[in-house]
């Protein structure tokens, strides 16, 4: 379902929250750190870069990302076998010893329910373990009404009657109430970018990378293309192009939690 081109056509963009999101984890010197939902790796090998004594592991359930990771060859020489990939859902995530930094980045809102998975990822932390994620809130802005309006309407009703949207984030106070409970100081924020984006279509190009890629998987590449060109027409007039670019806000929901080093009793 994931194309790693066609994501990575706006990666500093889609760079940008990852780096928002790292930046606040206070992890001196870890061992051993966990990328869920790696995509294809280039961001995964910031935190090898970042922390170089550390043993870092990228997990996700696209084979086409793994490949892309796999064949970029992060982990050959470059970090003397530090850096590793490997297929596996977030879901089934199951940590052979305690990671000092669990990070994901943009996936649980393609998880139902995943405020469930947070307690148990949290019990993977060490002591003075890092617990970090991000992902869009952006579920009633007009690039995801759009899109449901369209996949609701008569030609692609029952077409795409099992197609599993994204979810979007939880409330900010959910998060924070569940960590919390699991015995973690949260820091919890969200921010809206306003990206400028190039070209022609752009919003829809930037959404054929993400959230347009369970629609695509399930139509013929004709129906497919068929669809883009109705939700390009709707999505262009709802993010019109001035002379400087077309404009994208985009709300992201950032939470950092940290295991103090010392459990309390």
């Known amino acids: 379902m994931w194309d790693p081109e066609q994501y990575l056509h706006f990666a500093d963009e889609r760079s940008r929250p990852f780096f928002d999101l790292a930046g606040r984890i206070g992890a001196d010197a870890p061992s051993f750190v966990v990328d869920l939902g790696c995509g294809p790796g280039q961001l995964t090998a910031e935190l090898a870069r970042r922390w170089p004594r550390a043993t870092v592991l990228g997990i996700d359930s696209s084979a086409d990302m793994i490949d892309a990771a796999t064949a970029a060859r992060y982990g050959a020489g470059r970090f003397g076998g530090r850096l590793s990939f490997e297929l596996g859902d977030v879901r089934d995530f199951k940590a052979d010893r305690p990671a000092d930094v669990i990070i994901s980045n943009a996936v649980l809102q393609w998880v139902p329910g995943h405020l469930d998975l947070l307690p148990r990822w949290a019990d993977y932390l060490a002591p003075g373990g890092w617990l970090a994620f991000q992902l869009p809130g952006n579920f009633d802005q007009p690039t995801h009404s759009v899109l449901r309006d369209l996949a609701a309407s008569g030609r692609w009703r029952e077409r795409l009657a099992d197609v599993r949207l994204n979810r979007q984030a939880e409330d900010l ?93």
């Open 173 to 265: 106070l959910s998060y924070l109430a569940v960590l919390s409970g699991a015995g973690l100081a949260v820091d919890a924020w969200e921010t809206t970018y306003l990206h400028i984006l190039h070209g022609p279509d752009p919003v829809t190009e930037w959404y054929k990378g993400s959230g347009l890629r369970p629609v695509l998987a399930a139509l013929t590449p004709e129906d497919g293309a068929e669809f883009v060109r109705q939700y390009s027409e709707r999505v262009r007039a709802a993010y019109p192009a001035a002379s400087y670019g077309t404009v994208l806000p985009f709300r992201r929901v950032f939470v950092v939690a940290h295991r103090p080093a010392q459990r309390r009793h």
